[in-house]
């Protein structure tokens, strides 16, 4: 059975004694077999909600900056921005280097530095060296870019709900049978059927905990931030 919104509906519907939809009568089935297309989506919503940062929600975005623009919005589809992760890329043509954009608070920029908005003059502008979240769903980079810079930045994104028959998750594969659980516990929902549904509800939150003990609950690294002391540095001057 391949992996795919028929796939995962149908899964529901064997479970259940149904009959199987098809790729040709699934975006026409109805009553039931409804329900069982919006179990798939509340199960993968559910897990998706979980977390804001599963990695198969990552995104690597790479953005043209204009030269003279200082604010840019955020992708249509983001959940979370790291903006810990903003950096220009290295272009020899445009000699630049890669360079890391440092974090400043929007109040800072507002009291320090807002009239690179506002100033369209040659001499305000040059290669960025900071990024800022502003509150309108947008970032802005300062000092104003002079060139055509290419950023990169990392973020989370919101998964859209499956609609097609060949849709597929993007959650992987392995974890299809949790989202099966996820969903057999909104059909019995539906059915009536508590004792069932209570019982589907308890696997569906024991395949999240798992999931979240692979991907989430990791220390793969932890930085020291203790200062060594030499003989030589305790001295009195």
């Given at each position: 059975?391949a992996?795919?919104?028929?796939?995962?509906?149908?899964?529901?519907?064997r479970?259940?004694n149904?009959?199987?939809l098809t790729s040709?009568?699934?975006?026409t089935?109805?009553?039931?077999?409804?329900t069982a297309?919006?179990a798939?989506?509340?199960?993968?919503?559910?897990?998706?909600?979980?977390?804001?940062n599963?990695?198969?929600?990552h995104v690597?975005?790479e953005?043209?900056?204009?030269?003279?623009?200082t604010?840019?919005?955020?992708?249509s589809?983001?959940?979370?921005?790291?903006m810990?992760?903003f950096r220009?890329k290295k272009d020899?043509?445009l000699?630049?280097?890669?360079t890391?954009?440092k974090?400043m608070?929007y109040q800072?920029y507002?009291?320090?530095y807002?009239d690179?908005?506002y100033?369209?003059?040659?001499?305000?502008?040059?290669?960025?060296?900071?990024i800022?979240r502003?509150?309108?769903q947008?970032?802005?980079?300062?000092?104003?870019?002079?060139k055509?810079?290419?950023?990169?930045?990392?973020?989370y994104r919101n998964?859209?709900?499956l609609?097609?028959?060949?849709?597929?998750?993007s959650?992987p594969l392995?974890?299809?049978?949790?989202i099966?659980?996820?969903?057999?516990?909104?059909?019995?929902?539906?059915?009536?059927?508590t004792?069932?549904s209570?019982?589907a509800?308890?696997?569906?939150?024991?395949?999240?905990?798992?999931?979240?003990s692979l991907?989430?609950?990791r220390?793969?690294?932890?930085?020291?931030?203790v200062?060594?002391?030499?003989a030589?540095?305790?001295?009195?001057?």
């Amino acid at each position: 059975m391949a992996y795919n919104f028929l796939g995962l509906v149908n899964e529901v519907n064997r479970r259940l004694n149904e009959v199987e939809l098809t790729s040709s009568n699934f975006a026409t089935a109805t009553g039931f077999y409804s329900t069982a297309k919006d179990a798939v989506n509340a199960s993968l919503r559910h897990i998706n909600h979980e977390e804001s940062n599963w990695p198969w929600n990552h995104v690597e975005e790479e953005e043209t900056l204009t030269a003279g623009t200082t604010r840019y919005g955020y992708p249509s589809d983001a959940k979370t921005i790291d903006m810990n992760s903003f950096r220009i890329k290295k272009d020899d043509t445009l000699n630049v280097g890669t360079t890391k954009l440092k974090l400043m608070d929007y109040q800072e920029y507002l009291d320090k530095y807002v009239d690179y908005e506002y100033n369209s003059g040659s001499d305000m502008q040059t290669v960025p060296r900071h990024i800022i979240r502003a509150p309108s769903q947008e970032f802005i980079v300062i000092p104003t870019p002079d060139k055509a810079y290419e950023l990169i930045y990392e973020y989370y994104r919101n998964p859209v709900s499956l609609e097609l028959y060949d849709d597929v998750p993007s959650v992987p594969l392995e974890f299809k049978h949790i989202i099966v659980d996820g969903a057999m516990f909104y059909a019995y929902q539906f059915r009536a059927d508590t004792q069932a549904s209570q019982i589907a509800q308890g696997k569906f939150e024991q395949g999240i905990k798992y999931m979240r003990s692979l991907y989430i609950n990791r220390y793969d690294y932890v930085r020291s931030t203790v200062l060594t002391r030499t003989a030589s540095s305790l001295r009195v001057s």
